[in-house]
């Protein structure tokens, strides 16, 4: 049978991996790296000339329609002519520079640190359940439970929390005749409904690897464990979670960029308030016309989660490739 | 009423699913230092039996004894048992001396003592300084010692150990077979094996238990169960046995004659009391028939027989060779004398076969 053993370095099985690989290199490529260098090449653009006077420069302090401040503004030229570009940090100090942008980063990226262990303080004994504890149909059951409000699209789960939340809508009014409050309250737009939004859009992706991850796990070894003195606890601590880690890894790095990136949630459910990051690039990008502030601001983004993401394993002591292959 | 050189007292234990009765009303009793098996084929209630005494389970009536105090109520990370599992459950997110320091550490005990306790338990077991390797780096037999290190380093009364060969390659499992009598010999732990291998029960068993749905069909040294069972299924199960069906033509106490349906007939010992027209069940050794080229070398009491040679199974030492008997054709397993007597023997041949009928022994069929 040596016909079968096929030589990975002849030129046609190069070729046949190549044109095989084909349709993944051209996605990456085309919708992955372009678009960032783009950004990184946009985000870094300045506009020139410089000494052309602004047209209609709007005054910092003053506040658009968009929300955003304006302080950065009139320190630069407006758009003046088109497609002249000079390579400069100025759209990354206008970050620096801004409290009201820097601030709106760091809280983005605390709420998704928090949304994330949430979702994994509810999707760990809920992986744990479907997997050691439901048995036969039961399991594949609870799965489907986990799937199915995934048929209906995002915003209209979203519009549903709302339905559920505002002042009059059902929550409230139930309380009210359970006679908990005097009258109905307002739980949109707090930081702790976008939480809830957060987890709920977030908990099917941090089910299943934890799933996977525990699946593998032999019952036997906790029985092991338990008959040589171990407590639930200890358990828990050092055969369930070390064996788990991976799978904690690869579902906690899903969900924060998800909830890092999430546009919809925050905003519905927070309303002005949300000072979500994505909101601002949108604004950038969208209400101000000002694509080379939105590039900065997307290149920083996608800087903060992978720095964040590299810190979590570095700090849990894994490897990103092994959390991938074992996910 | 507890006695005091007893280690495992099971006393009625009983444990049902739904309407099927895993473990029957089953009682035993387990001497202090020596080493008992259940043996039994796979689903008879061993396995439910090993976690009631280890407790995974709880009996639903009957109790558990464990040097002479009561196990009820009392968790599996309380009792002064260890286990040692099928597939050995070995943490592999430890190394070899965290595991076996494992149990240590649970209890509390000082780091220097850990250590101290682990390496010296390592090297009882012939793993002298493997503290820091992983698991996956050591072989089949090292983990098994491993193991038993984890469990025995708690000095338990009791050691379970749930099948753990059943996982090792033949080779393997042999020379396990002998380390593992070694290690009992040596701790002189109580040790309760469950196999369904009934050479490894044989061979390292004190006292051995045949179990069958749920209950003891017997219990005894591996000697009384290979030379005097006392029920079909004890015949059957352990060693290898010719199992011939027929009625009870004579019976005259010592000896009973039995008529198959081939119309073959032979005479074997009784056990029980049987009497003339039952129906009966009879079981011969292969190792019990002789041979012969020469039908007269066989003279009474043995009752001889011809045959014609169907097929040779060379095993080595465990040579035998199937006969069909020439007049009725019921089939024979006979076992080839060490000597090399027959070691010319051809499929085909003619020969005379007989055994001593004291040495077969004969049941009554129940419910027949």
Avoid at chain 1, 170 to 188: D, N, S, Y
Avoid at chain 2, 136 to 143: I, Y
Wanted: one cysteine or more; aromatic letters at 8%; glycine letters at 10%.
């Amino acid at each position: 049978m040596s016909a079968m053993n096929v030589d990975l370095a002849a030129p046609r099985t190069r070729l046949a991996l190549f044109l095989l690989a084909a349709p993944a290199l051209v996605w990456l490529l085309g919708l992955i790296v372009l678009p960032h260098v783009e950004l990184a090449a946009l985000g870094g653009g300045h506009l020139a000339p410089p000494d052309v006077e602004p047209i209609g420069v709007r005054r910092a302090g003053q506040v658009g329609v968009d929300g955003c401040a304006l302080a950065a503004v009139d320190q630069r030229p407006a758009r003046v002519a088109p497609r002249i570009y000079e390579f400069s940090f100025d759209n990354y100090r206008t970050f620096i520079d801004e409290p009201l942008y820097w601030h709106t980063f760091v809280r983005t990226a605390a709420m998704s640190i928090i949304a994330t262990a949430c979702t994994l303080l509810i999707g760990f004994p809920t992986a744990w359940y479907i997997v050691k504890i439901a048995r036969g149909q039961a399991k594949s059951m609870l799965l489907v439970l986990c799937l199915i409000p995934f048929w209906v699209s995002e915003t209209v789960r979203t519009l549903g929390w709302m339905i559920l939340l505002r002042e009059s809508g059902v929550v409230p009014q139930f309380l009210v005749a359970l006679g908990i409050t005097t009258q109905p309250v307002e739980m949109l737009y707090r930081d702790a409904t976008i939480l809830v939004g957060l987890v709920y859009t977030s908990l099917l992706f941090m089910v299943i690897p934890l799933a996977n991850a525990l699946e593998s796990l032999d019952d036997a070894l906790i029985e092991a464990a338990y008959d040589l003195g171990g407590n639930a606890w200890s358990i828990l601590r050092q055969i369930v979670i070390p064996h788990a880690a991976p799978g904690i890894a690869a579902g906690s790095i899903v969900v924060f960029m998800l909830t890092l990136g999430n546009y919809l949630t925050p905003t519905l459910l927070g309303g002005k308030n949300s000072l979500w990051f994505t909101e601002q690039i949108y604004a950038q990008f969208i209400t101000r016309f000002n694509w080379e502030q939105g590039a900065a601001f997307g290149f920083l983004l996608l800087i903060l989660s992978t720095v964040i993401v590299w810190l979590g394993l570095a700090l849990t002591g894994q490897r990103f490739g092994d959390v991938m292959r074992r996910a | 009423m507890a006695t005091p050189d007893l280690d495992l007292e099971v006393d009625c234990v009983s444990k049902r699913y739904g309407t099927h009765r895993a473990v029957d009303d089953l009682s035993l009793g387990v001497r202090r230092g020596s080493f008992f098996s259940i043996l039994g084929p796979s689903g008879c209630g061993k396995t439910t039996l090993l976690r009631l005494i280890a407790g995974f389970l709880e009996p639903d009536s009957g109790e558990v004894r464990i040097g002479g105090r009561s196990m009820r109520g009392v968790l599996p990370n309380r009792r002064p048992v260890n286990m040692v599992f099928q597939h050995l459950a070995l943490f592999p997110m430890m190394s070899v001396g965290e595991n076996v320091g494992y149990g240590l550490a649970r209890r509390g005990a000082a780091q220097p003592l850990i250590r101290e306790r682990v390496a010296t338990m390592l090297k009882r077991v012939g793993l002298p300084g493997a503290e820091a390797k992983r698991i996956d780096q050591l072989s089949g037999g090292q983990k098994q010692r491993v193991a038993i290190a984890r469990s025995l380093v708690l000095e338990p009364t009791l050691l379970l150990l749930d099948e753990p060969l059943g996982a090792l390659d033949l080779k393997l499992r042999e020379h396990m077979k002998i380390e593992l009598k070694q290690l009992q010999a040596d701790f002189g732990t109580t040790f309760v094996y469950i196999t369904h291998d009934q050479s490894e029960a044989l061979v390292l068993s004190d006292h051995v238990a045949v179990m069958s749905a749920g209950r003891f069909e017997q219990v005894g040294t591996p000697q009384e169960l290979y030379y005097q069972p006392r029920t079909p299924f004890v015949a059957a199960f352990v060693g290898d046995n010719n199992r011939l069906k027929g009625t009870a033509a004579r019976a005259d106490g010592d000896l009973v004659e039995l008529e198959s349906a081939q119309g073959l007939t032979l005479r074997a010992r009784p056990s029980g009391a049987i009497a003339a027209g039952d129906a009966v069940e009879a079981f011969v050794r292969p190792e019990v028939v002789s041979l012969s080229r020469d039908g007269a070398e066989l003279v009474a009491p043995v009752q001889s027989f011809a045959g014609r040679v169907e097929s040779l199974l060379f095993d080595g030492a465990n040579s035998a060779v199937l006969l069909r008997e020439e007049r009725t054709g019921t089939e024979f397993r006979v076992a080839l004398p060490q000597t090399g007597r027959f070691a010319d023997l051809r499929a085909g041949e003619r020969v005379a076969f007989g055994f001593d009928p004291q040495r077969a022994v004969c049941f009554k069929v129940a419910g027949a």
